[in-house]
């Protein structure tokens, strides 16, 4: 059986094969959005050689990471739920033998895999061309950032999926979904670093998710987080990916209790 939802993944990223070209342009747009922050953050620091305990050399590499990252992690899941619950194709999921929510799961993970590969790699090549980042030596480093960027790419799911299937029950969530997309956004650190936030703001980041999307992997990239604290960092991740299952199991049960079909 988990061969099948494994086939799911390879679909998907065939499928994102078909349409590259769109990826290809996507990493001069997230190079260009680098390099506005870049020269934002140039003059923000001006003089001074830290701010907020990020000195410039981190807060360039955060950035161009945070974003790069971004590319690996973002999915439109939440969409496609809520598409399918719209035009009634989410009725004929449910009667197959397969879990649903697995199997979007396993599709943005081909997606994820697809611009890892063919978004991320490349696009954070071009961008160490041009902008001055400085990207770790130690392998250790590398590797455990990968396993915090999995971790990322699953509670961000989490987060859409959970969306999308409030259309279950508003029928159109198209606001919460772009709403949704400005948050995860701002509060988990791609926008502006947490450590920047005001201290009541940032007291409250502690007790969401959205920190562990990107604010404390790309921290712990960037070297301001020691790799003897990487440990806590991957914990807090697997502690977030496992409490948001209890929202996600009580909607998705509730949901299919008020199931009904709109169109065909």
Not at 11 to 30: D, E, H, P, Q, T
Not at 105 to 117: A, D, K, N, S
Not at 182 to 198: R, W
């Amino acid at each position: 059986m988990m061969s099948a939802y494994f086939d799911f993944i390879r679909i998907r990223f065939l499928m994102m094969l078909a349409y590259r070209v769109n990826y290809y342009s996507g990493i001069i747009i997230y190079a260009i959005n680098i390099g506005a922050y870049y020269f934002l953050w140039q003059a923000i620091y001006g003089s001074q050689d830290t701010l907020a305990g990020f000195t410039v050399a981190q807060m360039t590499t955060y950035i161009a990471v945070s974003w790069m990252a971004r590319a690996f992690y973002f999915n439109n899941l939440d969409r496609e739920i809520a598409n399918e619950i719209r035009d009634g194709s989410v009725a004929v999921q449910l009667i197959r033998p397969y879990n649903y929510l697995f199997v979007k799961m396993m599709q943005g993970f081909g997606e994820g895999l697809f611009r890892l590969l063919l978004f991320m790699v490349p696009g954070l090549f071009i961008v160490c061309l041009i902008f001055p980042v400085s990207l770790p030596t130690d392998p250790k480093v590398w590797l455990i950032y990968l396993v915090m960027l999995f971790l990322s790419f699953l509670i961000n799911s989490q987060i859409n999926i959970m969306t999308g299937l409030f259309a279950f029950f508003v029928e159109n969530n198209e606001g919460m979904m772009r709403m949704k997309r400005v948050m995860v956004d701002l509060f988990s650190g791609v926008v502006v670093p947490i450590a920047f936030f005001p201290g009541w703001l940032s007291g409250i980041m502690e007790w969401l998710p959205f920190q562990a999307i990107t604010y404390l992997p790309s921290s712990f990239f960037t070297g301001r987080t020691p790799l003897e604290e990487a440990g806590s960092v991957i914990l807090l991740q697997l502690f977030w990916f496992l409490l948001l299952l209890i929202p996600i199991w009580l909607t998705w049960r509730s949901a299919r209790k008020r199931l009904f079909v709109q169109g065909g």
